[in-house]
């Protein structure tokens, strides 16, 4: 019942910045947490941030100082502000959503992805 819909990602330079946008709609008065996950070429899915409804952040040791995660609750939005990029940070970034479940246990919702390439 609730679908996401990402946007943002792109092409940037070295030390250059990207802001990625999630929308969520739907259910939105059971969503919980919302953050970021990302996965590259030959790897796993990877935790990025993640941020409570409250304004609480957890970032990956990766993304500290140079990311910054928000939400705008009326809004249902999360946003990935990234800056100081490395190409190391190539990879397709994933909107993730908690949502609450009243009578069961919560369900994790994920966006389609959206493709970040860093290069020169």
């Known amino acids: 019942q609730v679908q996401l819909l990402e946007s943002g990602g792109g092409l940037v330079r070295p030390g250059g910045s990207l802001r990625l946008s999630c929308a969520a709609s739907?259910?939105?008065?059971?969503?919980?947490?919302m953050g970021w996950y990302r996965q590259a070429p030959e790897k796993e899915r990877e935790l990025v941030a993640t941020i409570t409804r409250g304004g609480s952040t957890n970032y990956a040791d990766s993304a500290k100082g140079r990311f910054t995660i928000s939400r705008v609750n009326a809004k249902n939005t999360v946003y990935l502000q990234m800056d100081s990029m490395k190409p190391e940070d190539t990879a397709v970034y994933y909107c993730n959503v908690i949502v609450s479940g009243a009578y069961g246990p919560d369900v994790a919702i994920w966006g389609q992805g959206t493709l970040v390439t860093v290069s020169s």
């Open positions: 739907g259910s939105t008065s059971s969503i919980s947490t």
